[in-house]
């Protein structure tokens, strides 16, 4: 898939590369300091205040206390158009015991910022930092959007109760991905991660004797036949284009060697690409779940808790993403990436609101064989990134009012 470059102002480019050349600095001591002072989800007390402070002193108005620990800062353009843009970053970090040797290596024990989200919320700041120096080149204005809690799937949620959604036209996000090089992009049409859904099943059967399997009701038996079903029915049921993902992480069941158990609990994780095929995969699994507990006298539940829906990148915001990165570097050093992950992202609700799209900013070593992946303890990012994120992120948003023909 290919855009046509549109230049529509190279000057404008130039002026965001040279701010964010001379910002590049102070925005590897902001990631540093960010990356040494981690806090999981929710408790991002430190971080709030001091992405509050940089934004204040950037001249934004700014909102603390949004969505729990969430922060806000508005930056208004002098252009007069009505359409809102947000960029949205998230905060927190993982319940990780850091193993990196990095001079700036997590000082607190058991907490890393092994997902990135320490560059992504650096990336927001220097976006902001840079387009509060060029408000008159604005088309409209920009709300930053800095959400705790990704990582337990509940901070967008939390962002958009308390209004972060208002009003907003677009938003773009962004999540850092080692396997593509430092310096490089990658955009992607359509899904980029999974619906992410939480699955229980409780099988009750009667105990009994474990040498009279036949006056009892063997609720370990019939729930391997029900996990055994499950998998079978989706390679014989779901469509294989539509990927369906169920794993039953978690199972307790029974109380001694020679006891028949009369209940078992399956816990589980299901993804999904579809909104159609999420849609349907409640009634689905609850089918197959009640055709093998009535055909052997067992009784059930099933409680299927919609998680996070899978981030569906719009058409036109993507191709805003892949044009400023191809004219700002180069077309090869934007990938269009081929496959979604069945990850999931929370951005998703975002989506729900307003179109979006999330672009992956490559954070690999190109010289190093391994690049760890995210959530390794070892995880380490290649810090000239943060300069490819700023750009690409800060001419995105500039070309989002002033070139309706990428639009
Ligand atoms: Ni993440």
Same mark, same amino acid.
């Given at each position: 898939m290919g855009t046509k470059p549109v230049n529509c102002d190279q000057s404008m480019l130039t002026e965001i590369k040279d701010l964010a050349t001379k910002l590049a600095p102070r925005l590897i001591e902001i990631r540093r300091h960010i990356h040494a002072h981690p806090e999981l989800s929710g408790q991002e007390y430190q971080t709030a205040a001091f992405v509050a402070g940089v934004l204040s002193s950037s001249g934004l108005h700014v909102q603390e206390?949004?969505?729990?620990t969430g922060v806000i800062g508005e930056l208004q353009g002098?252009?007069?158009?009505p359409r809102l843009l947000a960029i949205r970053t998230d905060m927190d970090a993982l319940p990780i015991q850091e193993r990196t040797r990095?001079?700036?290596?997590?000082?607190? #024990?058991?907490?890393?910022?092994a997902c990135g989200h320490d560059v992504h919320t650096t990336v927001g700041l220097g976006t902001a930092m840079v387009l509060s120096q060029m408000a008159e080149a604005l088309g409209g204005k920009v709300r930053f959007l800095f959400q705790a809690a990704e990582e337990i799937a509940q901070g967008a949620n939390w962002m958009v109760k308390d209004g #972060?959604?208002?009003?907003?036209s677009a938003v773009l996000g962004i999540h850092v991905f080692p396997s593509i090089p430092a310096g490089s992009i990658g955009v992607r049409y359509g899904a980029l991660t999974a619906a992410a859904d939480d699955l229980e099943i409780i099988i009750i059967g009667e105990s009994g004797h474990g040498a009279r399997p036949h006056e009892a009701v063997d609720a370990i038996w019939i729930a391997s036949q029900v996990i055994t079903a499950l998998q079978q029915a989706i390679s014989r049921t779901q469509n294989p284009l539509r990927p369906v993902v169920l794993s039953i992480g978690q199972i307790n069941g029974g109380r001694a060697p020679n006891v028949i158990a009369d209940q078992v609990r399956l816990l589980g994780t299901v993804r999904s690409l579809h909104p159609e095929t999420r849609a349907n995969l409640p009634k689905w699994i609850e089918n197959i779940v009640a055709n093998v507990c009535n055909s052997y006298g067992a009784r059930y539940q099933v409680n299927y808790h919609q998680g996070v829906p899978s981030v569906q990148n719009d058409y036109a915001l993507t191709q805003l993403f892949q044009s400023a990165a191809e004219e700002a570097w180069?077309?090869?050093?934007v990938q269009v990436l081929p496959e979604p992950s069945l990850g999931a992202e929370d951005f998703s609700v975002y989506l729900e609101h307003a179109p979006g799209s999330m672009f992956r900013l490559g954070v690999g070593y190109?010289?190093?064989?391994i690049n760890h992946p995210l959530h390794h303890p070892e995880f380490e990012v290649d810090e000239s990134a943060i300069l490819t994120g700023v750009v690409t992120m800060a001419y995105a948003a500039y070309k989002y009012w002033h070139c309706p023909q990428t639009l």
């Amino acid at each position: 898939m290919g855009t046509k470059p549109v230049n529509c102002d190279q000057s404008m480019l130039t002026e965001i590369k040279d701010l964010a050349t001379k910002l590049a600095p102070r925005l590897i001591e902001i990631r540093r300091h960010i990356h040494a002072h981690p806090e999981l989800s929710g408790q991002e007390y430190q971080t709030a205040a001091f992405v509050a402070g940089v934004l204040s002193s950037s001249g934004l108005h700014v909102q603390e206390g949004v969505g729990k620990t969430g922060v806000i800062g508005e930056l208004q353009g002098t252009g007069k158009d009505p359409r809102l843009l947000a960029i949205r970053t998230d905060m927190d970090a993982l319940p990780i015991q850091e193993r990196t040797r990095l001079e700036y290596t997590s000082r607190t #024990a058991g907490v890393m910022h092994a997902c990135g989200h320490d560059v992504h919320t650096t990336v927001g700041l220097g976006t902001a930092m840079v387009l509060s120096q060029m408000a008159e080149a604005l088309g409209g204005k920009v709300r930053f959007l800095f959400q705790a809690a990704e990582e337990i799937a509940q901070g967008a949620n939390w962002m958009v109760k308390d209004g #972060a959604m208002k009003n907003v036209s677009a938003v773009l996000g962004i999540h850092v991905f080692p396997s593509i090089p430092a310096g490089s992009i990658g955009v992607r049409y359509g899904a980029l991660t999974a619906a992410a859904d939480d699955l229980e099943i409780i099988i009750i059967g009667e105990s009994g004797h474990g040498a009279r399997p036949h006056e009892a009701v063997d609720a370990i038996w019939i729930a391997s036949q029900v996990i055994t079903a499950l998998q079978q029915a989706i390679s014989r049921t779901q469509n294989p284009l539509r990927p369906v993902v169920l794993s039953i992480g978690q199972i307790n069941g029974g109380r001694a060697p020679n006891v028949i158990a009369d209940q078992v609990r399956l816990l589980g994780t299901v993804r999904s690409l579809h909104p159609e095929t999420r849609a349907n995969l409640p009634k689905w699994i609850e089918n197959i779940v009640a055709n093998v507990c009535n055909s052997y006298g067992a009784r059930y539940q099933v409680n299927y808790h919609q998680g996070v829906p899978s981030v569906q990148n719009d058409y036109a915001l993507t191709q805003l993403f892949q044009s400023a990165a191809e004219e700002a570097w180069s077309s090869d050093r934007v990938q269009v990436l081929p496959e979604p992950s069945l990850g999931a992202e929370d951005f998703s609700v975002y989506l729900e609101h307003a179109p979006g799209s999330m672009f992956r900013l490559g954070v690999g070593y190109p010289d190093r064989l391994i690049n760890h992946p995210l959530h390794h303890p070892e995880f380490e990012v290649d810090e000239s990134a943060i300069l490819t994120g700023v750009v690409t992120m800060a001419y995105a948003a500039y070309k989002y009012w002033h070139c309706p023909q990428t639009l």
